[in-house]
């Protein structure tokens, strides 16, 4: 890039910006901009900043022209420096703005789990935590596309979007719960309590069979080991997995709670299994692919 070839070329003949600039004849801000590929210089200066730097126009452009001082090509090159520029102003912007959103979902779920310890009266540490992350999950629901294009490029987010809802909805059916049963008006023994929680966990497992292989590779919704969030053909396997032993291991699940005692070593277990299989399998991959790297 120009401003790379500048900064390198400035360095290696051992000049200051300001010295640069001032035989240049231009203010050190402007010498800094096109390092920081945030302007270019115009034909005339390119040349004059060749003849300082005593490099051809072409070492700096970084390209082979008919002849080293044409405006033509120059001018040619210098558009080409523009649009890269305009490219990553608008990567900067995308980054930045995802950053902020990032920012909100990260604070709102914060603030929900702090108000959950916190606050003294339990019916309204529900509500409010409730409230803060499902507020989260809009704004995920809302952005989605663009979260998901920052990183990896896709643009089909419609397996995110459900994921989405989904953990909306079950946020507030949780929720809901919780408060009916602190306040009186609905009262369960603990057996049946136990029934409710394992229904909801099979929901989840059940689904996530269902959803887990239309789920893009992305960073904010999936199974977010390590390796599947840094390997595209990791996160692949690992939903492709997911989407196979979710099904049936949520119906053995279900089958099991009718004569297990303990049901949370039950759920314990098999949680493990599901997000230990899928983990593995694609750790595995990643492990694999390492070794192949390291013999070529």
Request: glycine share 6%; charged share 20%.
């Amino acid at each position: 890039m120009l401003s790379d070839q500048i900064k390198k070329y400035r360095r290696a003949r051992g000049l200051s910006q300001e010295d640069l600039a001032a035989q240049l004849h231009v203010v050190r801000q402007t010498l800094s901009k096109w390092e920081n590929a945030l302007s270019v210089p115009d034909a005339d200066q390119l040349i004059a900043l060749a003849r300082v730097l005593e490099v051809r126009v072409n070492d700096l452009l970084k390209a082979e022209m008919e002849a080293p001082y044409d405006t033509r090509d120059i001018a040619a090159e210098l558009a080409k420096a523009n649009e890269q520029i305009a490219q990553y102003a608008e990567a900067g912007r995308l980054r930045t703005q995802v950053g902020r959103i990032r920012g909100r979902i990260i604070w709102l779920s914060v603030l929900a789990v702090v108000i959950m310890h916190a606050v003294g009266n339990e019916i309204l540490a529900i509500s409010l935590s409730a409230l803060l992350f499902i507020a989260s999950l809009v704004i995920l629901y809302r952005y989605n596309i663009l979260l998901s294009v920052e990183f990896s490029g896709e643009k089909d987010t419609g397996g995110i979007r459900a994921v989405t809802v989904f953990d909306m909805i079950l946020v507030a059916l949780v929720a809901g719960s919780a408060i009916l049963v602190k306040t009186g008006t609905i009262s369960l023994p603990e057996k049946q309590e136990e029934f409710f929680a394992a229904a909801l966990v099979a929901i989840v497992i059940l689904f996530a069979g269902l959803i887990a292989p239309q789920l893009p590779y992305n960073r904010h919704t999936g199974l977010r080991l390590p390796w599947t969030v840094q390997n595209e053909g990791a996160w692949n396997i690992a939903h492709k997995v997911l989407g196979i032993i979710s099904v049936p291991l949520g119906l053995t699940y279900l089958s099991l709670t009718l004569f297990v005692k303990s049901m949370k070593v039950l759920t314990l277990v098999i949680v493990v299994i599901w997000i230990g299989v899928p983990g593995l399998i694609s750790l595995l991959y990643v492990i694999k692919l390492s070794h192949m790297g390291r013999r070529k």
